[in-house]
């Protein structure tokens, strides 16, 4: 516990969150002739001076194809490919880099598991269970494996403030019952589900539990041995990474069950037409030439992140978030859509009867990124009765002077719109 | 009025802002003072979805001209709405057809057409063209 402490202390000293701002060029542009403001990290995050170095270095100095030559370069991509899967798997705390696997992005990684359990797992009259704040990549592909396999999809409830009922999710769970897939922060509302009791009980039941992390990698530290996952998904480009890049951890006893995903070369031992053996975790799942520079700068990124300490990220946006709150309460008739005890820094709302697409117009022409709409969660806002949100997610480049911008642009639209 | 007068109109209208946000309060205020469609219009079947606004459209064809009537859920939406309505309705189906409809990119709106937004109004304009389409066919065969 002390260790603990003093890590954190050692991290609050080390950041200085006005200065990292400066590692983030984009930041300094200017959209509609005014300073950018952007609040659409939930969408994606900027990417600081030093991801992008990295991409340029890996294609200016050692482009090649990874697994495949002797010859120099491509040892020195695969080295660094497999470095990064490291990175990965301590950034996580995995036990081993065979449970980290490259996939193009969280919806990929929930694709990947979700078809290969219908070609072994899932049984005619099985369940699967998912909540009411998943996002569309979350449910579609559980509603392909469903009709593919004839299991059924259930739906764990949510109340008023946006948070999982759990009563109901315990008493949807039988022995039918094969899989919990859940969000581990909404993108919608922000809220942090009580994830580590959902596995704890599932797994009373033996039924493994895969967590959509898109939204919570970047803003808590995971450790999938403490949480006790059987799967995690997460994407590159969140964590202020490339776009195309993505980790599937899952626990090694499944994976090495899993059929692969898909066919072609890297995943393979051998192949005759014959018959072909499979190759070992992590490849079995990597069909192809893997998107190598993605793959490495998800490393870069990581150290990016390490170097600043994601539990000091984790108790700054905090602050921003409280500070958001507190900020936007002062906007009259504004209502929050997402009130949850445990919160990521996302903030869902909406101003009166102002259709939120028109809130969005006019902040895009303060120089204000935020997301409007339904966030691709559109059974949450059916749940809600409302057509969408308006979207402020927060990161630890954000400033308390930017929130006061944001404040001031919302009261300019609702006079502007109402 | 030809469709071409009608939206030289509307350019001459928006030229006397010289900031966004003149242009966008009109917007605004012609989205406001209309009520374009009738409430039993707003259904399912009139539905042009878009991923961030809806919009409605029903068209009818009256002595050789097709009448719009449009609404959106969205004010900044159907202000433009408005504005493509008063262009297009009371048209014949061939005058609609070839409208090429450059006067929203003339007073600076053209961002609002651009498939990111989303907002149903390029789903709009094509529909309403298809529905000239259909007049014109219909008209030729009987």
């Known amino acids: ?418 | 009025m030809t469709i071409s007068e009608k939206e030289n109109n509307i350019i001459e209208q928006f030229s006397m802002y010289d900031d966004w946000m003149g242009k966008y309060e009109h917007l605004i205020e012609l989205g406001k003072s209309l009520p374009l469609i009738d409430e039993k219009f707003k259904t399912e079947d009139y539905l042009v979805r878009g991923c961030q606004s809806q919009v409605w459209l029903n068209a009818e064809l009256k002595d050789g001209k097709v009448i719009f009537k449009a609404d959106s859920d969205a004010i900044i939406t159907k202000g433009l709405v408005a504005l493509l309505i008063g262009v297009l309705s009371n048209e014949t189906p061939d005058a609609i057809i070839e409208s090429k409809l450059d006067f929203i990119d003339t007073i600076g709106l053209k961002e609002h057409l651009s498939s990111t937004r989303s907002n149903g109004l390029v789903s709009m304009i094509k529909l309403m063209k298809t529905y000239a389409l259909g007049f014109k066919v219909k008209e030729k065969k009987s």
């Open chain 1, 1 to 418: 516990m002390k260790e603990v402490k003093n890590i954190e202390l050692l991290e609050e000293k080390k950041a200085d969150f006005n200065k990292v701002r400066h590692d983030f060029p984009i930041l300094s542009r200017q959209v509609n002739g005014k300073p950018l403001v952007y609040f659409d990290n939930g969408a994606t995050t900027q990417k600081p001076q030093q991801v992008i170095d990295a991409i340029q270095h890996y294609y200016s100095y050692y482009n090649s194809n990874v697994h495949r030559g002797v010859h120099t370069l491509s040892q020195e991509a695969t080295t660094a490919q497999e470095e990064s899967r490291e990175k990965v798997r301590k950034f996580i705390n995995a036990k081993s880099v065979n449970e980290i696997i490259f996939t193009s992005g969280t919806t990929e990684s929930i694709n990947l598991v979700a078809s290969s359990l219908s070609k072994f797992y899932f049984k005619p009259g099985d369940e699967i269970v998912i909540s009411t704040m998943e996002h569309h990549s979350n449910i579609v592909p559980w509603q392909m494996a469903c009709e593919q396999t004839g299991a059924k999809l259930k739906v764990i409830p949510i109340n008023d403030a946006g948070e999982i009922i759990f009563d109901e999710f315990e008493k949807l769970l039988n022995e039918k019952t094969k899989l919990v897939a859940v969000v581990h922060v909404s993108n919608s509302l922000g809220t942090i589900n009580p994830v580590k009791k959902i596995i704890e009980k599932a797994h009373t039941l033996n039924i493994p539990v895969l967590l959509d992390g898109a939204q919570a990698i970047q803003h808590m530290p995971v450790d999938v041995q403490q949480l006790d996952c059987d799967f995690y998904c997460f994407s590159g480009h969140k964590l202020y990474g490339p776009t195309g890049i993505g980790i599937l951890y899952g626990k090694e006893k499944w994976l090495e069950q899993m059929p692969p995903y898909q066919g072609g070369g890297e995943m393979i031992k051998h192949v005759t037409f014959a018959k072909t053996t499979y190759n070992e975790l992590p490849f079995k799942f990597e069909a192809g030439t893997p998107h190598i520079e993605g793959a490495i700068v998800l490393g870069t990124a990581i150290d990016y992140v390490n170097s600043i300490g994601i539990n000091a990220i984790q108790k700054y946006e905090h602050e921003l978030l409280n500070y958001a709150t507190e900020q936007l309460s002062s906007v009259d008739k504004i209502r929050f859509i997402g009130t949850a005890k445990e919160k990521a820094s996302v903030i869902s709302f909406l101003i009166d009867k102002v259709h939120p697409y028109d809130v969005g117009v006019i902040l895009d022409k303060l120089g204000i990124a935020v997301r409007t709409g339904h966030h691709c969660t559109e059974p949450l806002m059916d749940r809600f009765g409302i057509p969408g949100t308006v979207r402020a997610s927060l990161v630890f480049y954000n400033t308390k002077d930017e929130i006061d911008v944001l404040v001031s642009g919302v009261k300019k639209a609702q006079q502007m719109l109402s």
